[in-house]
């Protein structure tokens, strides 16, 4: 699977866009790019992905390059309960599932009041 | 959320003593998985199931088996715990076609004196 490099904290205010960004410069072809999140002491919870168009789901919206070299993942009004560490995970699925998933140090995203 | 129960939530126990935690799902997904979760580590695959007595070994496999005897039903045995597996469990479940898409369950706090 290819790595992704990812900040280590963000802040962002309550109710404004928290826009995380990804690299995955060295991602291949099949691989697709997932999100995922961890409040604290809590299991990892399943955002959104995508393989080249723009995705958006109830929780987030997912923007990737056209060169699929980076992606931001966007929670469009940011509540306190957003606070938690963000992962993003790129992967193949003839490959990744089954080997599980590969989770980096993720992004700390802590929304302020 | 996804019907996925972990038991116990939380244990202590001694080294040198078996240890077993159970993942239970009501989602009839075909794949499941034990991760454990250690500071400086982030989430690491233990051994994975897809299906009924179908089972792989993860990256961080060794002191540890697993069984599922029923599709709902994932174990983690510690044959023999050693204080280096003090750590947070971690059950996930996916389906066949989407195995990284996986749904986790709230977790397990293992301390092992």
């Known amino acids: 699977d290819a790595k992704t490099t990812q900040p280590t904290s963000m802040d962002c205010a309550e109710g404004r866009a928290a826009n995380l960004p990804c690299n995955h410069s060295?991602?291949?072809?099949?691989?697709?790019v997932y999100w995922y999140r961890q409040i604290h002491s809590q299991g990892p919870q399943y955002i959104i992905h995508g393989l080249k168009n723009n995705e958006t789901n109830e929780m987030a919206s997912l923007i990737i390059t056209e060169d699929r070299k980076s992606s931001t993942l966007i929670l469009p009004h940011a509540t306190l309960r957003d606070t938690a560490v963000y992962y993003c995970?790129?992967?193949?699925?003839?490959?990744?599932?089954?080997?599980?998933?590969?989770f980096g140090k993720g992004t700390h995203l802590i929304i302020q009041p | 959320d996804a019907g996925i129960t972990q038991s116990p939530r939380h244990k202590v126990t001694e080294t040198g003593t078996p240890v077993t935690l159970r993942c239970h799902q009501t989602?009839?997904?075909?794949?499941m998985y034990w991760y454990r979760q250690d500071p400086g580590h982030g989430l690491r695959l233990i051994h994975y199931?897809?299906?009924?007595?179908?089972?792989d070994k993860g990256e961080v496999s060794d002191g540890y088996s697993v069984s599922r005897s029923k599709t709902e039903d994932f174990l983690l045995t510690l044959e023999s715990a050693t204080s280096s597996q003090t750590s947070v469990y971690f059950c996930?479940?996916?389906?066949?076609?989407?195995?990284?898409?996986?749904?986790f369950g709230p977790g397990t706090r293992l301390l092992v004196l």
């Open positions: 995970i790129v992967s193949s699925p003839s490959g990744g599932g089954a080997d599980g998933l590969t």
């Open positions: 989602e009839n997904h075909r794949y």
């Open positions: 060295t991602i291949s072809g099949n691989e697709y």
């Open positions: 996930a479940i996916s389906e066949s076609d989407k195995r990284e898409t996986q749904y």
């Open positions: 199931s897809y299906g009924v007595k179908d089972t």
